[in-house]
Nanobody, 121 residues
Framework: QVQLVESGGGLVQAGGSLKLSCVASGRTLSMGWFRQAPGEEREFVASINMGAGSGDYADSAKGRFIIPSDKAKNTVYLQMSSLKPEGTAVYFC?????????????????WGQGTQITVTS
């Protein structure tokens, strides 16, 4: 069982930047970020196949978010810039021990507790 611990959430003004971190307790080859706003379904933000080093992004994240990772440390980051108020949500880290590039939450067996991000206008 892999445990994930997210950090880096908080309050930020629209247009600002924030960096999330997620550390896995075991070896992971795929990691991703999802978010859930109040009253909304969980949605995909970004994911990375740490074996191939290839990332995938939701349209809402393209050009503003980057998902770097450190395979040796079983760590993934989400570097966010030009944040918008609609980005207010709980952000969840997800992981899989197998390499994959899925944007579906159902493909990730391990999940963190989530970290709140609030973007003020």
């Amino acid at each position: 069982q892999v445990q994930l611990v997210e950090s880096g959430g908080g309050l930020v003004q629209a247009g600002g930047s924030l960096k999330l971190s997620c550390v896995a307790s075991g070896r992971t080859l795929s990691m991703g970020w999802f978010r859930q706003a109040p009253g909304e379904e969980r949605e995909f933000v970004a994911s990375i196949n740490m074996g191939a080093g290839s990332g995938d992004y939701a349209d809402s994240a393209k050009g503003r978010f980057i998902i770097p990772s450190d395979k040796a440390k079983n760590t993934v980051y989400l570097q966010m810039s030009s944040l918008k108020p609609e980005g207010t949500a709980v952000y969840f880290c997800a992981a899989d021990s197998w390499p994959q590039g899925s944007s579906s939450g159902a493909s990730f067996p391990y999940w963190g507790q989530g970290t709140q991000i609030t973007v003020t206008s």
